[in-house]
């Protein structure tokens, strides 16, 4: 997993409530057994019409073609577990996502993919969205370490984040490591449960 | 003494490996559920980093999202969605994972087989890649889905890094009306709460209405919590949970059985426990239910109309609605039952169990699909098919004009060739109206069996009750 400390790019704005990840990457792009290569997905259903022709979609206009940061509206991430989600976002360059709230499931599997989600209140987003709005002029700066982000005209705002998801996220730490450093703990407790609860 | 806890807390408490400093917690899981679309990438870094399954008769693997409900026997057609159902038998195969494939009696919709084969028990702890996993909570066990990351990191560890969420209780007080369901009650829930009402919580179902439904009827509930934002839903085991599990052919037998049965009996909410957030709902405030927009919060009661952007309470849920509709091709003030449908689909992780079927028996007995209407009954597993069939209602559905069909999660989420065309309207008992869910420009209205059948066989949304 990529390390995430300081990121400066363009923001993209996506003024939707309820953004679901049935939304984000559509069934037909769930069929594969790879995590890469899913950018052609990501937002299928509102970059392109039922021929397959381009919709003119946000991340498809030249000021946000490259485009690092989305900022979008309540709710972000909802429905399905498919971790498709943010590999997709992932594949297309995008490395934060910004929200008044996100879904629980959607907000955990960015972390596993080096993806930082910040939530903030409404105002705040309303800002961003903003600055979003005026494209590749408006470069937005996200600093994890000091847990700030910085508009185009200077002001600055804070974040919250978790403490050991931040410190995972600044290091690309493999969770899956880590915990397998506390093999014996995992097998004193199975021990313990074998006595305690033999069904289970 | 120590201080009175939840359902929810129990569980966690007993499920705790490790806790950092920083209140980061590693928790035990018992048991792994798998299918085959968010599984291969993690089978995948698996190999890739020499790990093994550390629990393999803790996990249990199923095809359901792309498994064809008719012409089985030929196989699958679509070559992407045969690869992913044969990976799935390889991984299963070189991990050691137990595996019920396609042609298994006992293959179905992940969430229903879990339950029928007593895999599922109170008090455990159960993760599937799937965020619908959080139906098992009916049971008393604290159930939610979770990514593909997380997938291997249970494979391989039998363990998962968590923060304990936060309590919350639902109270549903009273007697449900006749004709009004476990589907009505949890769409009413969402209604109420919002979509991201749930969200940070584990959603305990409690009060008289949900202590009388059946275990199925308590799995559609807490199958939904999902769709209120919560990752899980509870309901404290009782004597319908024990006996429904006793006799599965994985649940504990014997000496074994007493003592599990007695620990379970420890695991219902101590009187005193405190919830961070609470509401209570009144059972006989609730009629059948209709989503009439693109997110399960967009639900009204069948004898309403559809709202229009001036019930919204702020810009962004105006500007919500006014795409809602427009995508739906409805007009605001139109009342629901006056909206036609094109198909019927019964079946899913939320209405695919024995007695759903019943339900849509009831109703399809001696009727006709209208014309015009394409209904489908898609029964949640193998064993759910056969019992149906036992009991003759698949000769009802098939005289009614339904189309019978083998087990799946089919037009639930539209990844095998079950689907819906642009525009086409459905009333369907799944879990999500999403825009394009069930299809590209798939018009969904998420309903109960029995108001399902009722559209079936009227042609338009139709309140179940007045069938009689």
Known sequence: ?200 | MSAPRTLFDKIWDSHLVDRQDDGTCLIYIDRHLVHEVTSPQAFEGLRMTGRTVRRPEATLAVPDHNVPTSGRAQGIDDEESRIQVEQLSKNCDEFGVPLFGMDDVRQGVVHIIGPEQGFTLPGMTIVCGDSHTATHGAFGSLAFGIGTSEVEHVLATQTLIQKPAKNMRITVEGKLPVGVTAKDMVLAIIGKIGTAGGTGYVIEYAGEAIRDLSMEGRMTVCNMSIEGGARAGLIAPDEKTFEYIMGRPMSPKGAAWEQALAYWKTLPSDEGASYDKELVLKAADIEPQVTWGTSPEDVIPVSASIPGPDAAPDDNKRSAIERSLDYMGLTAGTPISEVAVDTVFIGSCTNGRIEDLREVAAVAKGRKVAENVRAMIVPGSGLVKEQAEEEGLDQIFIEAGFDWREPGCSMCLAMNADKLAPGERCASTSNRNFEGRQGRGGRTHLVSPGMAAAAAVTGHITDVRELG
């Open chain 1, 1 to 200: 997993m990529d390390k995430f400390d300081k990121l400066t790019g363009t923001a993209a704005p996506l003024p939707l409530v309820n953004i679901d990840t049935d939304m984000i990457i559509p069934k037909q792009f769930l069929k594969t057994i790879k995590r890469t290569g899913l950018r052609e997905g990501l937002f299928y259903e509102l970059r392109t019409d039922e021929d397959g022709n381009a919709k003119d979609f946000i991340l498809d206009q030249p000021a946000y073609k490259d485009a690092q940061i989305l900022v979008a509206g309540d709710n972000f991430g909802c429905g399905s577990s498919r971790e498709h989600a943010p590999w997709a976002l992932l594949d297309a360059g995008i490395r934060c996502i910004i929200a008044p709230s996100f879904a629980d499931i959607f907000y955990n599997n960015c972390f596993k993919n080096g993806i930082l989600p910040i939530a903030l209140p409404q105002e705040q987003v309303d800002l961003l969205m903003d600055d979003a709005g005026r494209g590749a002029n408006a470069v937005i700066s996200v600093d994890l370490e000091a847990q700030e982000i910085k508009g185009p005209d200077g002001g600055t705002i804070s974040f919250e984040i978790d403490a050991f998801r931040k410190h995972c996220l600044m290091n690309g730490l493999d969770d899956i490591g880590l915990t397998m450093a506390k093999g014996e703990k995992i097998d004193s407790f199975e021990e313990r449960r074998k006595l305690s609860q033999p069904w289970a």
